[in-house]
T-cell receptor, first 118, second 116 residues
């Protein structure tokens, strides 16, 4: 079974509008972390936001917020007030456990390509 | 600024050449670094976990003799693609985790490898 599922291969949003990128995950480990990364066409991976499995509140970082629904195993990324520079690939990722070494490895979803239009 | 430096950013070389890619943590020590491979329009696939002072841990299906990993210091891991062939052409990207601040993993800018 896929550990991280992103069902939207591509999304369009108008500038200044909000957009939600979906992510569901599968794990039996009670301790895990969920990440969102942005990858522009140049290739670098830019960290956006993190949610720990024990965090009581949804994570927020500027225009980014994470809609964490633990019972449904979903961690959707919400981008508010979209900008043209937000056009990129977005990857959801999970780290199982809070350990070090190999326990730190990330498993990535297949990504969603976001296009912001005028 | 960048906290993980990856070099080179792009390599074009002939088939049969061995290529070394470096990944450095710039202002923190990383006992563990990770090497990923990404094909066009696909996700990042973990190849191996690089452990300082010990052998790397390879993911299933990754040839350890093909992709040599050395983590000789707390700030440097290298990936060597030995006797590269066109099918090894890909985007390789490393990451490292700052143990002082567990989140997030920091990524290098990646290396585009093209084997002719």
């Amino acid at each position: 079974a896929q550990k991280i599922t992103q069902t939207q291969p591509g999304m369009f949003v108008q500038e200044k509008e909000a957009v939600t990128l979906d992510c569901t995950y599968d794990t039996s480990d009670p301790s895990y972390g969920l990440f969102w990364y942005k990858q522009p066409s140049s290739g670098e991976m830019i960290f956006l936001i993190y949610q720990g499995s024990y965090d009581q509140q949804n994570a927020t970082e500027g225009r980014y917020s994470l809609n964490f629904q633990k019972a449904r195993k979903s961690a959707n990324l919400v981008i508010s007030a979209s900008q043209l520079g937000d056009s990129a690939m977005y990857f959801c990722a999970m780290r199982e456990g809070y350990g070090t070494g190999t326990a730190s490895k990330l498993t990535f979803g297949t990504g969603t390509r976001l296009q912001v239009t005028l | 600024g960048a906290v993980v430096s990856q070099h080179p950013s792009r390599v074009i070389c002939k088939s049969g050449t061995s290529v070394k890619i470096e990944c450095r943590s710039l202002d923190f020590q990383a006992t563990t670094m990770f090497w990923y491979r990404q094909f066009p329009k696909q996700s990042l696939m973990l190849m191996a976990t690089s452990n300082e002072g010990s052998k790397a841990t390879y993911e299933q299906g990754v040839e350890k003799d093909k992709f040599l990993i050395n983590h000789a210091s707390l700030t440097l891991s290298t990936l060597t693609v030995t006797s590269a062939h066109p099918e090894d052409s890909s985007f390789y990207i490393c990451s490292a985790r700052d143990q002082r601040a567990p989140q997030p993993q920091h990524f290098g800018d990646g290396t585009r490898l093209s084997i002719l």
